[in-house]
């Protein structure tokens, strides 16, 4: 596969990881996941995790995933490369799996003394990124070796933190989002 099929595929198959965090910063709020709940002097994981975001998050990257693959086949001829099709376990591990390592985060930032909010250069632009790969592998293991190539991988670790980056900034410039982050 050439540099544009690797770049498209590796976009096109994470789409439905990228999507859940912006959905949760969206319909985020209401009863914290850890109920208020501290270990040591901090929160568990802080007011910034939600069970609405995270089940909106989920909801939404699933949706995605169940869109592009109806999409696949038009998509897939417009850029002229055979691009992926989601089996529903494939997007709810994509989807799921961002969540959780956006949940995961919020707990070593607890831990290591971050208030909700604060910046963590890399732990904030590749968390989600290893929740949505590994819960993928976990859910369907067949689909990720298939799908996830040593060049497409490589390309979603260099791509994500930019488009993560962009896309942040964006939602913070709409007011949408407290940080750029
Ligand atoms: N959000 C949510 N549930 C989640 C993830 C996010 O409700 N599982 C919502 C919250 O309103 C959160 C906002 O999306 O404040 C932004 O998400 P994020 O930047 O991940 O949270 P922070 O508030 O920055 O908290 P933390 O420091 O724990 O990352
Ligand atoms: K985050
Ligand atoms: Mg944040």
Same mark, same amino acid.
């Given at each position: ?22 959905? =949760?910063?969206?319909?985020? /709020? *209401? ?6 709940? #501290? ?9 910034? @995790?939600?069970?609405?975001? #995270?089940?909106? *998050? ?26 992926? #099709? ?6 709810? /591990? ?9 949940? *995961? =985060?919020?707990?070593? @930032?607890?831990?290591? /003394?971050?208030?909700? *909010? ?28 298939? #799908? ?5 991988? =490589? ?21 949408? @989002?407290?940080?750029?982050?």
């Amino acid at each position: 596969m050439d540099v544009f099929g690797v770049v498209v595929t590796a976009v096109w198959v994470m789409l439905p990881a990228y999507v859940p965090n912006n959905a =949760a910063v969206l319909a985020g /709020g *209401g009863r914290p996941i850890d109920g208020g709940r #501290t270990m040591g002097d901090s929160r568990l994981l802080g007011d910034g @995790k939600t069970w609405r975001g #995270t089940l909106a *998050g989920t909801l939404a990257g699933l949706a995605l995933a169940i869109l592009l693959s109806v999409l696949a086949p038009a998509a897939s001829d417009l850029v002229g490369h055979a691009l992926p #099709t989601f089996p529903l376990l494939a997007g709810l /591990g994509l989807a799921f799996g961002a969540m959780l390592g956006d949940i *995961g =985060a919020s707990f070593l @930032k607890r831990r290591s /003394g971050r208030e909700r *909010g604060a910046a963590f250069p890399g732990l904030d632009q590749l968390d989600f990124v290893v929740g949505a790969l590994a819960c993928a592998l976990v859910l369907a293991p067949s689909w990720f070796g298939a #799908t996830f190539t040593v060049p497409v991988l =490589a390309a979603i670790l260099l791509l994500t933190p930019l488009l993560h980056v962009l896309t942040n900034g964006i939602a913070y410039g709409l007011g949408l @989002k407290n940080e750029p982050w």
